[in-house]
C-alpha cells in the first residue's frame, strides 16, 4: 500500500500571505498587539470587515483539521458571509496551498480506509458529499487497491465473527452469513464481493474447528 506525503505546508508564512496572522487580530497589517488606537474613540464599535472575519473562521477551521474547499464554503454561509467575499477570501487560500482538494482527499481515504476499514464506494461517496471532484477522489483512492481492500474487508469479518457460533447449523450459517454480508455493504463494498469473503471466512473457521476436534 503506497501512501502519499502529507501536508503541504500550513504553516505561518503561508497563513500570513492568505492575509491572516497567526497570532494577534487576523487580516491585520498591524503588530497585532492588543490596545487602543490613533483613533479608537472616534470608532469604539466598527463595523467588522466582513473578509477579515472569514479569514480568521477558515483558519480557524483548518487548524481544527483538514477541510475541503466546500466544507470552509459551507462555514461561511453558516456564519452569513457574503458570497463573493467567502470566495475571493477562498480563492486566496486556495493559491497559497492552505485549502487543497487533492491534499485533503488523499488524506481522507488514508484515514478512513484505515480507521474504518471503509471501501472505495463508501469512500467515494464520502468525497462526493465535501465536494472532491470525480477526477480528484479517483486519483485519491488510487492509493487502495483491490487486495488492500479485500485483505481489509477479510480481517474485519474474522474479527467480527463471534466465537461460540454454531457454524455446523445451517440456519445459524446463514443468518452469520446475512449479518456480516450486511455490514460490509454499508462500508462500501460489492454485495458480490462482500458475500464471498463472508464464505471464505467461515469456512476456514469451520475447517479449523473441525481440524481441532479431530486432533482432542
Known amino acids: 500500500m503506497q501512501w502519499r506525503s502529507g501536508s503541504r505546508g500550513r504553516n505561518a508564512d503561508a497563513a ?5 496572522r497567526v497570532s494577534g487580530r487576523p487580516g491585520t497589517g ?40 466546500l466544507q470552509l464554503s459551507r ?6 458571509i457574503p458570497e463573493d467575499v467567502a470566495e475571493a477570501v ?7 496551498r ?18 474504518r476499514k471503509l471501501a472505495k464506494g463508501a469512500l467515494r461517496r464520502e468525497l462526493s458529499d465535501k465536494g472532491i471532484d470525480p477526477e480528484t477522489a479517483a486519483s485519491a483512492l488510487e492509493q487502495l487497491s483491490d487486495e488492500d481492500e ?7 469479518v474474522e474479527r467480527k465473527l463471534r466465537s461460540g457460533s454454531d457454524l455446523s447449523d445451517r440456519a445459524e450459517r446463514d443468518k452469520i452469513t ?39
Open 178 to 216: 446475512r449479518r456480516l454480508a450486511s455490514m460490509l455493504a454499508r462500508k462500501g463494498y460489492q454485495p458480490s464481493q462482500a458475500f464471498r469473503v463472508v464464505g471464505e471466512v467461515i469456512d476456514a473457521q469451520v475447517e479449523q474447528e473441525s481440524d481441532q476436534s479431530a486432533d482432542s
Open 30 to 69: 498591524g503588530s497585532g498587539q492588543d490596545g487602543p488606537t490613533p483613533d479608537s474613540s472616534l470608532a469604539a464599535d466598527p463595523e467588522p470587515d466582513p473578509a477579515s472575519v472569514a479569514r480568521a473562521i477558515v483558519l480557524r477551521q483548518l487548524t481544527s483539521s483538514a477541510k475541503s474547499r
Open 16 to 20: 500570513e500571505a492568505a492575509g491572516t
Open 90 to 96: 477562498l480563492d486566496r487560500f486556495q493559491e497559497v
Open 98 to 115: 492552505l485549502i487543497d482538494d487533492a491534499e485533503f482527499a488523499d488524506m481522507w481515504v488514508r484515514s478512513r480506509s484505515q480507521s
Open 150 to 156: 479485500e485483505e481489509a474487508a477479510r480481517r474485519l
Open 75 to 80: 462555514k461561511l454561509a453558516e456564519r452569513n
